[in-house]
């Protein structure tokens, strides 16, 4: 009968330790090749951005450039109208307050500026929140908080 030989011998053994060292020592290269790929193709799609942007800037100073162009930017934007033009201009019933109007109620009508500057400097001496905004309830008047006393600070000094 044959001995049985054994199924890992030192040369198996010493084999499969360099081939462990040798993976393990290429493991970070790879994955630093790997993040260097990632980082190059984030690069160019930036660079590529840049690029179409730069070109649309580009095409609209171009554009700019053009009296024609500005003219018509112009009347577009600012409703300008030549001298001896005949020049309308049409407004849509939404953005006027005509649909308001039409249907009974009465858009909130804010107050003057001084009235919510004044509002302002009555919550901030009373250490409140500043005035509502408009079509809310309106905070008491001077007169009314003149009317009643308010009530010192606890962490005022005495004298």
């Known amino acids: 009968m044959a001995a049985k030989r054994p199924q890992l011998t030192g040369r198996a053994a010493i084999l499969a330790v360099v081939v462990c060292a040798i993976a393990m020592s290429l493991a970070y290269p790879v994955r630093e090749y790997v993040a260097q790929r990632r980082q190059i193709a984030q690069l160019e799609a930036q660079q590529a951005n840049a690029l179409r942007k730069l070109q649309n800037l580009e095409q609209r100073r171009r554009r700019l450039e053009d009296p024609d162009y500005i003219k018509r930017l112009a009347k577009e934007r ?72 308010a009530p010192a600070p606890a962490s005022a000094p005495a004298g």
């Open 78 to 149: 600012l409703f300008y109208c030549e001298p001896g033009a005949d020049c309308y201009q049409v407004i849509d019933e939404e953005t006027s307050g005509t649909a308001a109007a039409k249907a009974g109620t009465k858009p909130p009508e804010r107050p003057a500026w001084y009235v919510t500057v004044w509002r302002s400097f009555e919550a901030a001496d009373k250490g409140r929140p500043a005035a509502p905004a408009a079509g809310q309830s309106p905070t008491p008047t001077a007169s009314a908080s003149a009317s009643a006393p």
